[in-house]
């Protein structure tokens, strides 16, 4: 079952395509029965739990241990105000280790289906209750595990906070959304998978760039692949908003053009809104608060980001490039050099033009260090050959 989980661009999107059919059908069936709102989470708990239990019963059994635990832990009312740093350090280090043991262990023993996601959701829900937020002191058991196994936010994301997950109170058509879920599913085959990664990714004129020159393949490899990360994780995310809708709940938008940004920190703001604004909540902001240092604030949040995605010295670094960038953007942007463009309307549209493309021949060239997910050693290899 692992190789369904581990090749998303191969049958596994067959896979996970025949499990959101599933979901859709049992939701549809759902519809005809009237149920109060106890009763309709547990049907959703169940729906859920059922699917995830197919897909790997073993990763199903720890995410529930971890969902009880942190429920019950929160309903001791411990207030964590004066400590939520320490808590949110030890939550992330035993996040980063679980991984990197399951890394190390041979024959992958346990998948941990969207474990990254899953265990940043449990952090924010155990943060917000430490700091008495108002909207986790009377949550109950069912209404909790409704939240923490709502099947949508399990492959992609996004990031949903507890007190974000809201009902939708007007009528959905249904129709609709199933047909923006089939072109959804469409584009991935179609546009991702053929066009970009084997027309485009996969092309003679790509591996001739390698001999020709390494500079220009970096830039066109890691653009290409950065296009195609962004088209993959927005169609899934897309996927689970409008899935979210089916079942009655409005989740977060995780991308605002990102490939529009003017500077390094915009584009933070337009990717992964959900990862990056919960990094920036519960890691940049209380570290800053904790040291007064936007430098090493940002250089922590960018480490957490990296190891969040994979525990290895290419995300690392990856990281470490990020960091730099935000650093100087930060200290550029205290120099307001750029009201002498905006002063001059012939200018600003060209300033703003050159901002974008440095900004994204940035993100993509350090995106070659971590687009090969099968094998991170490859841009080493090319970059000593």
């Not at 030890?90 to 969207?114: A, D, H, Q, R, S």
């Not at 809708?245 to 991308?255: A, P, S």
């Not at 990717?271 to 920036?280: A, M, Q, R």
Request: with cysteine; proline share 2%.
């Amino acid at each position: 079952m692992s190789s369904f989980i581990n090749n998303p661009n191969d049958y596994g999107f067959i896979f996970y395509t025949s499990i959101f059919l599933l979901f859709i059908s049992l939701y549809e069936l759902k519809k005809k029965i009237k149920l109060n709102l106890k009763k309709e989470y547990i049907l959703n708990i169940l729906i859920s739990s059922s699917i995830i239990v197919i897909i790997d019963y073993k990763s199903y059994l720890v995410l529930l241990f971890s969902s009880l635990l942190t429920f019950t832990f929160c309903k001791l009312k411990i207030k964590l105000s004066n400590i939520l740093i320490y808590v949110t350090g030890t939550l992330i280090f035993l996040l980063v280790l679980t991984k990197y043991l399951l890394k190390i262990i041979p024959n992958e023993p346990i998948i941990l289906i969207g474990f990254s996601f899953y265990f940043f959701r449990l952090i924010s829900f155990i943060i917000e209750s430490g700091r008495r937020n108002s909207h986790y002191l009377n949550v109950n058991i069912f209404e909790f595990l409704n939240y923490s196994f709502f099947l949508p936010l399990f492959f992609a994301g996004p990031i949903q906070r507890f007190h974000d997950f809201k009902k939708i109170r007007k009528e959905i058509n249904n129709v609709k959304i199933y047909l923006i879920i089939f072109f959804l599913i469409l584009a991935k085959i179609i546009i991702v998978d053929e066009i970009i990664e084997k027309q485009i990714i996969q092309s003679e004129f790509l591996s001739n760039l390698i001999v020709y020159n390494k500079f220009y393949f970096f830039y066109f490899n890691g653009f290409s692949n950065l296009f195609k990360g962004y088209l993959d994780l927005l169609i899934y995310t897309e996927i689970s908003i409008n899935l979210s809708k089916v079942m009655g709940y409005k989740i977060t938008n995780n991308f605002n053009k990102p490939l529009l940004a003017r500077n390094i920190s915009e584009f933070w703001n337009r990717w992964h809104i959900s990862l990056s604004s919960w990094v920036k909540d519960y890691i940049n902001f209380p570290i800053f608060i904790l040291t007064h240092s936007s430098i090493f604030s940002i250089f922590l949040s960018m480490f957490i980001i990296a190891i969040w995605h994979e525990v290895n010295l290419n995300w690392v670094l990856w990281g470490l490039s990020h960091s730099i960038a935000l650093s100087l953007h930060h200290y550029y942007s205290k120099l307001n050099l750029s009201n002498f463009f905006y002063n001059h309307k012939k200018l600003t549209l060209i300033y703003k033009l050159l901002c974008n493309f440095t900004t994204i021949s940035f993100v993509a060239l350090v995106y070659n260090l971590v687009y090969n997910t099968a094998n991170y050693n490859l841009v080493w290899q090319l970059f000593i050959s």
